[in-house]
C-alpha cells in the first residue's frame, strides 16, 4: 500500500479559540455557507479570518475538515495526502481507493485529474451528510498552478453536500465568475471582518476585561478601520495608561494601520524583557518550535515558561498540536521578527543559527526541515546530501515544485560536480513535460556520470535520452544513443528487451524493415527465457507498428488487439492506452472508422481517467481526428486534430506535430478548404526538414501535391510527387496513395496512358494488401479512369468489387457515362450497372426531447446540412404527425406560410422539399426518388426506414409497459427507461411554434407523473439520496411544486441533514411566495416547524 508523505496532525487542527468573542452580527452570513459550493474569506493579515471559521462547524453543526497550508503544500501529492488524512477523522474508510491509485501512478503528475475522479468518487460514496472542508492561508500555495488547477477541477466536480471554505490573504487564483453567476460562491471580505464599535467594545470586555470611554474607542475605530490585530496591538500599548492619556495618544497617531501595525508592533516588542527579544527573534527562523527544541537551539533552559506567556499574553503563538506541546507564530508577527533578526544579527550569526537548526531538525529524522535551513544557513554539501536522499521519494509523490525550489538554491558550483541531482532535476523537468529542457539536463547528467565512470548513472541516462529523442522525433539520436546503452546493459535481459521495443519502433519508421524484425527476432529470443508478459505485450506493441509503416495494417491490428488484451490482464494502463492507439491508428488504414473512433475514444477515456498528460493524449487525440474525417464528421475531426497539435507543441514533440499536420490536411481537404490544407502540409513539412524521417517526409509531400493538383498547379506538383515516391518505397499503402495522385495528375492534364498506368500500379497493390477503401475514398474523381481500364479488360472482378463499395455515387456517375461517345466505355459503364446491388436504406433515428437532432444510421446529420429552416420546420412536422398517412400539399403550404399568397407559396414549397430530400440523402441525384420523403400525387409523408424510431415514441412505449407491470420492483426500470430518454422538453427550441405547444406540455405532464413515481419508489425502499435526485430533477421543471418540497424536506431530515431541510423549507417560501404571490400551505410549515425540531 502507498504510504505516502508524512501527515502532520497539527496541520489538520482546528485552530483553538477559547477567547474567541461571538460575532452575532456575522452569524446570518455563516448561515449561508451550506447554501454555497464555494465559501473565500479573503482579507490581510490580522483580520480574524481565521478565528471567525474556526467557529462555523460547531455553529452549522457539521463535521469540519481543517487544513492550515503552509509553502510544503504547493505539490498535489501532498495536498491531496492532508485533504484524505483530514476527511478520514470523520470517514476512517475513504481515501484506501485513492491512495492505491497514486501508487499504481506511474508518474503521479500525469495523472492528477485521475486521481481526483477517484478521490470525489469515494467523497461521493462515504460522505453522506454535510462536510465543511477549509484551506486555511491559501495564499501560501495561491501561486502554484498545480494546486490552483487541482482545487478547480475538485470543486467543479464536489458533491453537494460538501462545502469548500478558502482562507487567504490575497485572491486566490481561481476562476469563479461563473460560481459567482450561479450564485454558488459567498464572498467575505475586509469590510465585513472589520470591528465595529460595539464590536471593539465586546472585543476588550470579554477578552481583557478592560473598557475605554466611548470617545476613545471611536478614535480607535477610525484609527484602525476595524483591524482586529491593530486593536490587540493597541490594547498592550495603552494597557495601563489613564483615559485622558490614551485620548490623545489616540488623537495624535497618523497613518493607515499597516504603518499602526508596524508601529505598535515594535512598541509591544520593545516593552519585553531582553531575553523574550532574543528568544522571539531566533525562534523567528522556525516553522513550528517546542520547548526542548528551543531549549537546545539556543542554548538556554526556560523556554517552556516563555512559550507559555507568549500563548498567554495572546502574542500571536499559536499551539500546533493537539497536546499543545508544540506551537507556531502567527505570520504577521513571524515577519515582523524575521525582519529585526536582520537588523540585530549579523549574517554569521544567522547563518550559524539555521545550521544549528538544521542539525536539530536532522537528528529528528526531519530531513525536509532540515534541508531547507541548511541551504538558508549555505550548507550547500549538507543540504545536497539530503537532497540527494530525499529525490528519488519527491518525485515519486510527485512533489516537483518543491523539488525545483532546492535545485534553484543550490549553486551551480555544486550543481555541476553532482550528477545524481543533476539528473533527479532533469527528472523533474521531464515529469513537467519540459521536454528540450529535460534533454539538456540529461545530457550534461550524462556528461557528469561518464567523468565519475558511473555505469549506472550512465546508464539511466542514455536511457532517459533516447525516451526523449524518441517521443521528440529526433529517431537517429535516440537510436544512437539506445545502441550505446544496449552495449552497456551488461547482458540484463529486461532492460535489452526494453531498448529493442524502442529500436524496433524507430528503425520502422526510417524505413529499415529488416533491422526492425531483427530486433524483434532478438528480443523474443530474450524473452523466451524470462517468460515476461509485460515485455512481450511491449514487442507485440512496436512490431505492430513496423507492420504499419510498411504498410500491412491487418497485421498490425492483430498484434495491436493481442497488446491490448495483455495490457487489460496486466493492469499496465500506460501500455494500453498506446495499444489503442495502435488499433486506431490501423483501423483508419483498413478503413474501419467506426471502430477506429471507438478505440480512440476508449485510449482517450483511459488517458483522462489515469490523468496522462503525455505524448499517449496527443497521439489518440490524433487517431479521433482521423478516424472523424473518414466518418465525415469534420469539426470533430479539426478540433481534435487541434488539440493533438497543440499537446505536440507543448512536448516539443516535432514529429508528432509533422503527423497531426498531415491528419488536418486531409479534414481540410475533404471540408473543401484547400489553402488551410495546404498550410498544414507547407507547415508539417517546414517542423521536420532537418530531421531525416523519410516516411513523414513522403505523407506530407504527397499531402502538399494533393492541394497543389486542386489548384492545378502542375509544376509545383511534379517534383513533390517525385520526391514521396521516392520516401515511401518501402509502405505500400502510402505508396498506393502517391500512385492515386500522380493518376490524377496525368489524367487531368489528358495524359491518358501515362494515368491508366499509375492508376493500375495502385490498384494492383490496393488488390493484394486489401486497400479498397482507399480506392472508394477517391470516388470525386476516380470513376471514369477506372472505367478506362474495365473496357480494357484489366482487373475486371476486382473493379466490380470497388464500384459495389461506391454504391449509388457511382451508380449516378455510370448513368451519366452510359452516354459517352465512346461505344467502350458505354459499354462497360453498361455492364458495370448491370452488377450493381440496390444500397440498403440506413433508418432514421429522430431526438425531439430536449436539443433536436437526426441520426441517419448511426451518422448524425451535422447542423451545417440543414440549410433551409423552412425544410427543417417541415422535417419536425412530418415527424409529428406521421401516423396520419399521406398529408395534402396545402396542409403543409398552410403550416410554412400561413399568410401567404397561396400561387407563391406552392413554388415555395417545391423549394424546400427538394431542400430535405437533399439534407437526408445529400448524395440523391435529380431524379431519383426519395427513401424517406414518399409522395403520392400532390400528398406527401415521411418513412423513417429500416430501423429508423422517435425518441417521443420511445418514451412512451417505456412508459406504457411502467403502467401496465403490476410488479413494482419490475415497472421501476421501465419508469426509469423513461426518465433517461427524456432529455429535455419537446422540441425545446421552438416554443413558440403552436403545434409543438400542446404536445409539449402533454410530455412534460407525463414526465412529471413518472418522475413521482420514481420518488415515491426510492422513498419507500428508504434510498432518500435517490430520491432527492429526482425531486430535484421534478423543482428543475416546476419549481412551484410544493408537496415535492415537502417530499425533500422529508428525505433530508431521514439523512440527519437539518441544514438541507432548512435550506429547501427557504427555497420553498421564497419561490412560491415570491412566484406565486400567495402563503405557504399550513401542511408544509407544520412539516417544516416538526423537522427542524427533531
Given at each position: 500500500?502507498?504510504?505516502?508523505?508524512?501527515?502532520?496532525?497539527?496541520?489538520?487542527?482546528?485552530?483553538?479559540?477559547?477567547?474567541?468573542?461571538?460575532?452575532?452580527?456575522?452569524?446570518?452570513?455563516?448561515?449561508?455557507?451550506?447554501?454555497?459550493?464555494?465559501?473565500?474569506?479573503?482579507?490581510?493579515?490580522?483580520?480574524?479570518?481565521?478565528?471567525?471559521?474556526?467557529?462555523?462547524?460547531?455553529?452549522?453543526?457539521?463535521?469540519?475538515?481543517?487544513?492550515?497550508?503552509?509553502?510544503?503544500?504547493?505539490?498535489?501529492?501532498?495536498?491531496?495526502?492532508?485533504?484524505?488524512?483530514?476527511?478520514?477523522?470523520?470517514?476512517?474508510?475513504?481515501?484506501?481507493?485513492?491512495?492505491?491509485?497514486?501508487?499504481?501512478?506511474?508518474?503521479?503528475?500525469?495523472?492528477?485529474?485521475?486521481?481526483?475522479?477517484?478521490?470525489?468518487?469515494?467523497?461521493?460514496?462515504?460522505?453522506?451528510?454535510?462536510?465543511?472542508?477549509?484551506?486555511?492561508?491559501?495564499?501560501?500555495?495561491?501561486?502554484?498552478?498545480?494546486?490552483?488547477?487541482?482545487?478547480?477541477?475538485?470543486?467543479?466536480?464536489?458533491?453537494?453536500?460538501?462545502?469548500?471554505?478558502?482562507?487567504?490573504?490575497?485572491?486566490?487564483?481561481?476562476?469563479?465568475?461563473?460560481?459567482?453567476?450561479?450564485?454558488?460562491?459567498?464572498?467575505?471580505?475586509?469590510?465585513?471582518?472589520?470591528?465595529?464599535?460595539?464590536?471593539?467594545?465586546?472585543?476588550?470586555?470579554?477578552?481583557?476585561?478592560?473598557?475605554?470611554?466611548?470617545?476613545?474607542?471611536?478614535?480607535?475605530?477610525?484609527?484602525?478601520?476595524?483591524?482586529?490585530?491593530?486593536?490587540?496591538?493597541?490594547?498592550?500599548?495603552?494597557?495601563?495608561?489613564?483615559?485622558?492619556?490614551?485620548?490623545?495618544?489616540?488623537?495624535?497617531?497618523?497613518?493607515?494601520?499597516?504603518?499602526?501595525?508596524?508601529?505598535?508592533?515594535?512598541?509591544?516588542?520593545?516593552?519585553?524583557?531582553?531575553?523574550?527579544?532574543?528568544?522571539?527573534?531566533?525562534?523567528?527562523?522556525?516553522?513550528?518550535?517546542?520547548?526542548?527544541?528551543?531549549?537546545?537551539?539556543?542554548?538556554?533552559?526556560?523556554?517552556?515558561?516563555?512559550?507559555?506567556?507568549?500563548?498567554?499574553?495572546?502574542?500571536?503563538?499559536?499551539?500546533?498540536?493537539?497536546?499543545?506541546?508544540?506551537?507556531?507564530?502567527?505570520?504577521?508577527?513571524?515577519?515582523?521578527?524575521?525582519?529585526?533578526?536582520?537588523?540585530?544579527?549579523?549574517?554569521?550569526?544567522?547563518?550559524?543559527?539555521?545550521?544549528?537548526?538544521?542539525?536539530?531538525?536532522?537528528?529528528?529524522?526531519?530531513?525536509?526541515?532540515?534541508?531547507?535551513?541548511?541551504?538558508?544557513?549555505?550548507?550547500?554539501?549538507?543540504?545536497?546530501?539530503?537532497?540527494?536522499?530525499?529525490?528519488?521519494?519527491?518525485?515519486?509523490?510527485?512533489?516537483?515544485?518543491?523539488?525545483?525550489?532546492?535545485?534553484?538554491?543550490?549553486?551551480?558550483?555544486?550543481?555541476?560536480?553532482?550528477?545524481?541531482?543533476?539528473?533527479?532535476?532533469?527528472?523533474?523537468?521531464?515529469?513537467?513535460?519540459?521536454?528540450?529542457?529535460?534533454?539538456?539536463?540529461?545530457?550534461?547528467?550524462?556528461?557528469?556520470?561518464?567523468?565519475?565512470?558511473?555505469?549506472?548513472?550512465?546508464?539511466?541516462?542514455?536511457?532517459?535520452?533516447?525516451?526523449?529523442?524518441?517521443?521528440?522525433?529526433?529517431?537517429?539520436?535516440?537510436?544512437?544513443?539506445?545502441?550505446?546503452?544496449?552495449?552497456?546493459?551488461?547482458?540484463?535481459?529486461?532492460?535489452?528487451?526494453?531498448?529493442?521495443?524502442?529500436?524496433?519502433?524507430?528503425?520502422?519508421?526510417?524505413?529499415?524493415?529488416?533491422?526492425?524484425?531483427?530486433?524483434?527476432?532478438?528480443?523474443?529470443?530474450?524473452?523466451?527465457?524470462?517468460?515476461?508478459?509485460?515485455?512481450?505485450?511491449?514487442?507485440?506493441?512496436?512490431?505492430?507498428?513496423?507492420?504499419?509503416?510498411?504498410?500491412?495494417?491487418?497485421?498490425?491490428?492483430r498484434l495491436g488487439e493481442k497488446a491490448r488484451k495483455m495490457c487489460e490482464k496486466l493492469g499496465n494502463y500506460h501500455l494500453l492506452a498506446l495499444s489503442y492507439h495502435l488499433i486506431s491508428w490501423s483501423c483508419y488504414y483498413l478503413g474501419l472508422f467506426s471502430k477506429g473512433l471507438e478505440n480512440a475514444g476508449k485510449g482517450l477515456d483511459l488517458v483522462k481517467e489515469r490523468g496522462f498528460q503525455d505524448h499517449s493524449l496527443g497521439w489518440l487525440l490524433m487517431d479521433a481526428a482521423f478516424n472523424a474525417t473518414g466518418l465525415e464528421k469534420l469539426t470533430e475531426a479539426i478540433n481534435n486534430g487541434e488539440e493533438s497539435l497543440r499537446i505536440f507543441e507543448d512536448l516539443g514533440s516535432r514529429w508528432g506535430q509533422a503527423y497531426v499536420c498531415h491528419v488536418l490536411h486531409g479534414a481540410y481537404t475533404k471540408l473543401g478548404d484547400h489553402l488551410a490544407a495546404e498550410k498544414c502540409a507547407k507547415t508539417g513539412i517546414t517542423v521536420i526538414e532537418d530531421m531525416k524521417l523519410p516516411l513523414d517526409e513522403g505523407l506530407l509531400k504527397g499531402s502538399l501535391a494533393e492541394s497543389l493538383i486542386e489548384r492545378r498547379q502542375w509544376e509545383d506538383a511534379r517534383p513533390l510527387l517525385e520526391d514521396a515516391e521516392k520516401n515511401l518505397k518501402n509502405s505500400r499503402l502510402f505508396l498506393t496513395r502517391i500512385y492515386f495522385l500522380y493518376a490524377r495528375f496525368y489524367y487531368e492534364q489528358k495524359q491518358k496512358e501515362s494515368a491508366l498506368d499509375k492508376l493500375l500500379s495502385g490498384l494492383q497493390l490496393c488488390e493484394s494488401n486489401q486497400y479498397d477503401v482507399w480506392v472508394v475514398s477517391e470516388k470525386r474523381w476516380i470513376i471514369p479512369p477506372l472505367v478506362d481500364i474495365f473496357a480494357q479488360g484489366e482487373m475486371q472482378d476486382y473493379l466490380l468489387t470497388i464500384f459495389k463499395k461506391?454504391?449509388?455515387?457511382?451508380?449516378?456517375?455510370?448513368?451519366?457515362?452510359?452516354?459517352?461517345?465512346?461505344?467502350?466505355?458505354?459499354?462497360?459503364?453498361?455492364?458495370?450497372?448491370?452488377?450493381?446491388?440496390?444500397?440498403?436504406?440506413?433508418?432514421?433515428?429522430?431526438?425531439?426531447?430536449?436539443?433536436?437532432?437526426?441520426?441517419?444510421?448511426?451518422?448524425?446529420?451535422?447542423?451545417?446540412?440543414?440549410?433551409?429552416?423552412?425544410?427543417?420546420?417541415?422535417?419536425?412536422?412530418?415527424?409529428?404527425?406521421?401516423?396520419?398517412?399521406?398529408?395534402?400539399?396545402?396542409?403543409?403550404?398552410?403550416?410554412?406560410?400561413?399568410?401567404?399568397?397561396?400561387?407563391?407559396?406552392?413554388?415555395?414549397?417545391?423549394?424546400?422539399?427538394?431542400?430535405?430530400?437533399?439534407?437526408?440523402?445529400?448524395?440523391?441525384?435529380?431524379?431519383?426518388?426519395?427513401?424517406?420523403?414518399?409522395?403520392?400525387?400532390?400528398?406527401?409523408?415521411?418513412?423513417?426506414?429500416?430501423?429508423?424510431?422517435?425518441?417521443?415514441?420511445?418514451?412512451?412505449?417505456?412508459?406504457?409497459?411502467?403502467?401496465?407491470?403490476?410488479?413494482?420492483?419490475?415497472?421501476?426500470?421501465?419508469?426509469?427507461?423513461?426518465?433517461?430518454?427524456?432529455?429535455?422538453?419537446?422540441?425545446?427550441?421552438?416554443?413558440?411554434?403552436?403545434?409543438?405547444?400542446?404536445?409539449?406540455?402533454?410530455?412534460?405532464?407525463?414526465?412529471?407523473?413518472?418522475?413521482?413515481?420514481?420518488?415515491?419508489?426510492?422513498?419507500?425502499?428508504?434510498?432518500?439520496?435517490?430520491?432527492?435526485?429526482?425531486?430535484?430533477?421534478?423543482?428543475?421543471?416546476?419549481?412551484?411544486?410544493?408537496?415535492?418540497?415537502?417530499?425533500?424536506?422529508?428525505?433530508?431530515?431521514?439523512?440527519?441533514?437539518?441544514?438541507?431541510?432548512?435550506?429547501?423549507?427557504?427555497?420553498?417560501?421564497?419561490?412560491?411566495?415570491?412566484?406565486?404571490?400567495?402563503?405557504?400551505?399550513?401542511?408544509?410549515?407544520?412539516?417544516?416547524?416538526?423537522?427542524?425540531?427533531?
Amino acid at each position: 500500500m502507498y504510504q505516502g508523505i508524512k501527515v502532520l496532525n497539527s496541520k489538520l487542527l482546528s485552530p483553538h479559540s477559547a477567547d474567541a468573542i461571538r460575532r452575532r452580527r456575522l452569524e446570518p452570513l455563516l448561515m449561508e455557507i451550506t447554501k454555497k459550493r464555494l465559501t473565500t474569506v479573503i482579507a490581510g493579515a490580522g483580520y480574524g479570518k481565521t478565528t471567525l471559521i474556526a467557529e462555523v462547524g460547531n455553529y452549522l453543526g457539521l463535521n469540519t475538515v481543517w487544513y492550515r497550508l503552509d509553502k510544503s503544500d504547493r505539490d498535489f501529492t501532498t495536498f491531496l495526502s492532508y485533504l484524505i488524512a483530514g476527511i478520514r477523522k470523520h470517514f476512517p474508510e475513504l481515501g484506501e481507493e485513492t491512495l492505491c491509485r497514486i501508487e499504481e501512478a506511474q508518474i503521479l503528475s500525469l495523472e492528477r485529474r485521475a486521481v481526483l475522479t477517484v478521490f470525489l468518487n469515494e467523497i461521493e460514496k462515504f460522505v453522506k451528510n454535510g462536510l465543511i472542508i477549509v484551506l486555511d492561508d491559501y495564499h501560501l500555495v495561491g501561486d502554484s498552478k498545480e494546486i490552483n488547477e487541482t482545487l478547480e477541477f475538485f470543486l467543479e466536480n464536489l458533491p453537494s453536500q460538501v462545502h469548500l471554505i478558502v482562507i487567504s490573504r490575497t485572491d486566490p487564483g481561481l476562476h469563479l465568475s461563473r460560481y459567482r453567476a450561479t450564485r454558488e460562491l459567498l464572498e467575505i471580505r475586509e469590510e465585513e471582518l472589520a470591528f465595529t464599535i460595539p464590536e471593539i467594545e465586546q472585543l476588550y470586555l470579554e477578552l481583557f476585561l478592560a473598557s475605554f470611554p466611548p470617545e476613545s474607542t471611536k478614535i480607535l475605530h477610525k484609527r484602525t478601520s476595524g483591524w482586529i490585530s491593530g486593536l490587540i496591538l493597541f490594547y498592550h500599548f495603552l494597557h495601563g495608561k489613564r483615559h485622558s492619556e490614551i485620548e490623545r495618544i489616540l488623537i495624535g497617531i497618523k497613518g493607515s494601520h499597516r504603518v499602526i501595525s508596524s508601529y505598535l508592533e515594535e512598541n509591544v516588542f520593545d516593552l519585553q524583557p531582553d531575553k523574550i527579544k532574543g528568544f522571539l527573534i531566533k525562534t523567528s527562523i522556525l516553522s513550528r518550535m517546542n520547548a526542548e527544541f528551543s531549549d537546545e537551539l539556543l542554548g538556554i533552559s526556560n523556554s517552556r515558561d516563555i512559550l507559555n506567556a507568549l500563548e498567554e499574553n495572546h502574542l500571536f503563538t499559536f499551539p500546533y498540536d493537539e497536546e499543545r506541546q508544540w506551537c507556531f507564530y502567527h505570520h504577521l508577527f513571524q515577519e515582523f521578527l524575521n525582519a529585526k533578526l536582520h537588523k540585530e544579527l549579523d549574517r554569521e550569526a544567522i547563518l550559524k543559527l539555521n545550521k544549528d537548526a538544521g542539525s536539530l531538525w536532522e537528528k529528528q529524522g526531519e530531513a525536509e526541515e532540515a534541508l531547507g535551513h541548511y541551504l538558508k544557513a549555505e550548507q550547500f554539501e549538507k543540504a545536497c546530501r539530503l537532497l540527494r536522499q530525499l529525490g528519488k521519494k519527491l518525485l515519486k509523490e510527485g512533489r516537483l515544485k518543491l523539488i525545483s525550489s532546492y535545485i534553484r538554491k543550490i549553486p551551480n558550483s555544486y550543481l555541476d560536480k553532482d550528477p545524481w541531482l543533476q539528473y533527479t532535476h532533469a527528472r523533474c523537468l521531464e515529469f513537467s513535460g519540459k521536454q528540450e529542457d529535460a534533454i539538456r539536463a540529461y545530457k550534461k547528467a550524462h556528461n557528469t556520470f561518464r567523468k565519475d565512470e558511473s555505469s549506472k548513472g550512465t546508464g539511466l541516462c542514455l536511457n532517459a535520452l533516447g525516451y526523449n529523442y524518441f517521443h521528440t522525433g529526433e529517431f537517429q539520436k535516440a537510436e544512437k544513443r539506445l545502441k550505446e546503452l544496449l552495449e552497456q546493459s551488461d547482458g540484463n535481459p529486461r532492460l535489452c528487451i526494453n531498448i529493442l521495443g524502442n529500436l524496433i519502433f524507430i528503425t520502422s519508421v526510417l524505413g529499415e524493415m529488416t533491422v526492425a524484425d531483427r530486433h524483434f527476432n532478438e528480443g523474443m529470443s530474450l524473452l523466451s527465457e524470462l517468460k515476461d508478459e509485460d515485455l512481450l505485450a511491449w514487442l507485440y506493441f512496436n512490431q505492430g507498428f513496423r507492420y504499419g509503416f510498411s504498410g500491412d495494417f491487418i497485421e498490425a491490428l492483430r498484434l495491436g488487439e493481442k497488446a491490448r488484451k495483455m495490457c487489460e490482464k496486466l493492469g499496465n494502463y500506460h501500455l494500453l492506452a498506446l495499444s489503442y492507439h495502435l488499433i486506431s491508428w490501423s483501423c483508419y488504414y483498413l478503413g474501419l472508422f467506426s471502430k477506429g473512433l471507438e478505440n480512440a475514444g476508449k485510449g482517450l477515456d483511459l488517458v483522462k481517467e489515469r490523468g496522462f498528460q503525455d505524448h499517449s493524449l496527443g497521439w489518440l487525440l490524433m487517431d479521433a481526428a482521423f478516424n472523424a474525417t473518414g466518418l465525415e464528421k469534420l469539426t470533430e475531426a479539426i478540433n481534435n486534430g487541434e488539440e493533438s497539435l497543440r499537446i505536440f507543441e507543448d512536448l516539443g514533440s516535432r514529429w508528432g506535430q509533422a503527423y497531426v499536420c498531415h491528419v488536418l490536411h486531409g479534414a481540410y481537404t475533404k471540408l473543401g478548404d484547400h489553402l488551410a490544407a495546404e498550410k498544414c502540409a507547407k507547415t508539417g513539412i517546414t517542423v521536420i526538414e532537418d530531421m531525416k524521417l523519410p516516411l513523414d517526409e513522403g505523407l506530407l509531400k504527397g499531402s502538399l501535391a494533393e492541394s497543389l493538383i486542386e489548384r492545378r498547379q502542375w509544376e509545383d506538383a511534379r517534383p513533390l510527387l517525385e520526391d514521396a515516391e521516392k520516401n515511401l518505397k518501402n509502405s505500400r499503402l502510402f505508396l498506393t496513395r502517391i500512385y492515386f495522385l500522380y493518376a490524377r495528375f496525368y489524367y487531368e492534364q489528358k495524359q491518358k496512358e501515362s494515368a491508366l498506368d499509375k492508376l493500375l500500379s495502385g490498384l494492383q497493390l490496393c488488390e493484394s494488401n486489401q486497400y479498397d477503401v482507399w480506392v472508394v475514398s477517391e470516388k470525386r474523381w476516380i470513376i471514369p479512369p477506372l472505367v478506362d481500364i474495365f473496357a480494357q479488360g484489366e482487373m475486371q472482378d476486382y473493379l466490380l468489387t470497388i464500384f459495389k463499395k461506391m454504391g449509388l455515387s457511382a451508380q449516378e456517375r455510370l448513368a451519366l457515362l452510359q452516354r459517352s461517345k465512346d461505344p467502350q466505355i458505354r459499354k462497360a459503364a453498361l455492364t458495370i450497372l448491370d452488377e450493381m446491388p440496390k444500397p440498403p436504406t440506413p433508418g432514421l433515428k429522430v431526438y425531439c426531447l430536449g436539443k433536436f437532432r437526426v441520426l441517419r444510421g448511426d451518422q448524425e446529420i451535422p447542423a451545417e446540412r440543414w440549410k433551409s429552416k423552412k425544410a427543417k420546420m417541415l422535417f419536425k412536422y412530418l415527424v409529428h404527425v406521421r401516423s396520419r398517412g399521406y398529408l395534402p400539399k396545402d396542409v403543409l403550404i398552410e403550416l410554412l406560410w400561413p399568410e401567404g399568397n397561396p400561387t407563391k407559396t406552392v413554388s415555395r414549397l417545391h423549394a424546400v422539399l427538394p431542400s430535405l430530400r437533399k439534407t437526408l440523402e445529400p448524395e440523391i441525384s435529380r431524379g431519383i426518388p426519395s427513401t424517406y420523403l414518399l409522395r403520392e400525387g400532390d400528398s406527401y409523408k415521411l418513412h423513417l426506414g429500416d430501423g429508423g424510431w422517435v425518441d417521443v415514441d420511445e418514451f412512451r412505449k417505456e412508459l406504457n409497459l411502467a403502467r401496465e407491470e403490476k410488479n413494482p420492483e419490475k415497472s421501476i426500470s421501465y419508469y426509469l427507461n423513461a426518465e433517461a430518454i427524456y432529455r429535455g422538453d419537446f422540441l425545446e427550441e421552438d416554443i413558440y411554434v403552436d403545434w409543438c405547444i400542446e404536445e409539449r406540455e402533454r410530455l412534460k405532464e407525463e414526465y412529471l407523473d413518472l418522475l413521482a413515481k420514481i420518488m415515491e419508489y426510492f422513498e419507500r425502499k428508504g434510498d432518500y439520496s435517490r430520491c432527492i435526485e429526482y425531486a430535484r430533477k421534478y423543482l428543475a421543471f416546476d419549481k412551484y411544486a410544493e408537496d415535492v418540497y415537502q417530499q425533500l424536506m422529508k428525505c433530508y431530515s431521514m439523512m440527519g441533514n437539518k441544514a438541507m431541510v432548512i435550506r429547501t423549507f427557504e427555497r420553498c417560501k421564497s419561490n412560491i411566495m415570491n412566484g406565486l404571490d400567495c402563503p405557504l400551505s399550513k401542511e408544509t410549515e407544520i412539516l417544516y416547524e416538526k423537522l427542524k425540531s427533531l
